[in-house]
């Protein structure tokens, strides 16, 4: 068993939320692992080096047989899916996908690559993963590259959707792409995914609840609070048989999200990431026939 969609990007644009959002239609399957990464391991390094890295080297799947045992749960279920945020990044990845199924429908959420800069940015600050500036880690992209740190790293490079996006049209056509800005997500949540089960075949009057947003990026309130509740310990090793995974992720990213606080971007830095993905923005903009000007 494969999946028929696959929603491939791009990383702190949304889709932990949209994942967990498709799960619960019953018409919809999602396995419980997210990012399986299966289509682009063939594009990874040995191992990737960066602070925290080996969670991805150890939870990537490398072969058929594990990536299909993800769906040995499917019953009778229209819409198989999976969610890999670097899909959309790595370059030959769709045509591997379209090798396995030409007919594959594809589900893209772009977020203003500065916001999404500066989210991935404080993702790695709330794990205590990064440890320079967001400036200084902007200026260290291009060695980290080198030293072959996962691609959340790459603040920068991921905001540029043009030609990633450009790629799976060209290899799956518009009809089976759907974008999704994630603008329009976070104003219209309902709208949005009953727009996308339209796109998946599904019915889309199945209520969902979308007031847990998952997998948010932020700066602790109390770095021994988060810690608590995001890293094992005990107490939750106790709990753990007696409360079903799905409520455990609830109420977790629900816990997480209070003790997460916002952080302003330098206005400088914004100024100059603005600049830095213009000509980008309006070639996306081109591309998908759709008002970006707000990004700009």
């Not at 068993?1 to 889709?15: D, E």
């Not at 990012?35 to 925290?52: I, L, M, V, W």
């Not at 759907?178 to 998946?200: P, Q, T």
Request: glycine content about 6%.
């Amino acid at each position: 068993m494969l999946p028929n969609f696959l929603v491939v990007g791009a990383a702190k644009s949304g889709t932990s939320s949209i994942d967990r959002y498709l799960g619960q239609h019953p018409d919809v399957y999602m396995p419980p692992k997210k990012e399986a990464h299966y289509f682009s391991k063939a594009s990874f390094p040995d191992r990737f080096t960066g602070p925290g890295d080996d969670g991805m080297n150890m939870e990537t799947i490398g072969s058929l047989d594990r990536y299909e045992s993800l769906f040995d749960d499917v019953c009778d279920q229209k819409a198989i899916g999976e969610s890999s945020a670097f899909y959309l990044y790595y370059p030959e990845t769709a045509e591997r996908i379209a090798a396995v199924n030409p007919e594959m429908k594809i589900v893209i959420v772009l977020r203003n690559p500065v916001e999404r800069a500066f989210s991935a940015y404080m993702y790695l600050m709330r794990d205590e993963r990064e440890t320079l500036s967001f400036e200084a880690g902007l200026a260290a992209e291009e060695e980290r590259r080198r030293q072959n740190f996962e691609p959340m790293w790459l603040y920068r490079e991921l905001g540029l959707y043009a030609e990633q996006v450009r790629r799976y049209l060209d290899v799956f056509g518009p009809n089976q792409v759907k974008v999704i800005l994630y603008d329009e997500f976070a104003r219209d949540n309902a709208g949005i995914m009953a727009d996308l089960f339209s796109f998946l075949g599904v019915r889309t009057d199945f209520p969902i609840d979308t007031s847990i947003r998952y997998n948010e990026s932020g700066k602790p309130k109390s770095r021994a609070l988060f810690n608590f509740v995001a890293k094992p310990n005990l107490l939750k090793e106790m709990v753990k048989p007696f409360v079903p995974l799905a409520v455990r992720e609830r109420l977790g990213n629900r816990a997480k999200s209070m003790i997460l606080e916002r952080v302003d971007m330098d206005f400088s830095t914004r100024a100059e990431l603005k600049a830095f993905y213009s000509q980008d923005i309006r070639s996306l903009q081109t591309l998908l026939g759709r008002d970006l000007s707000r990004w700009l």
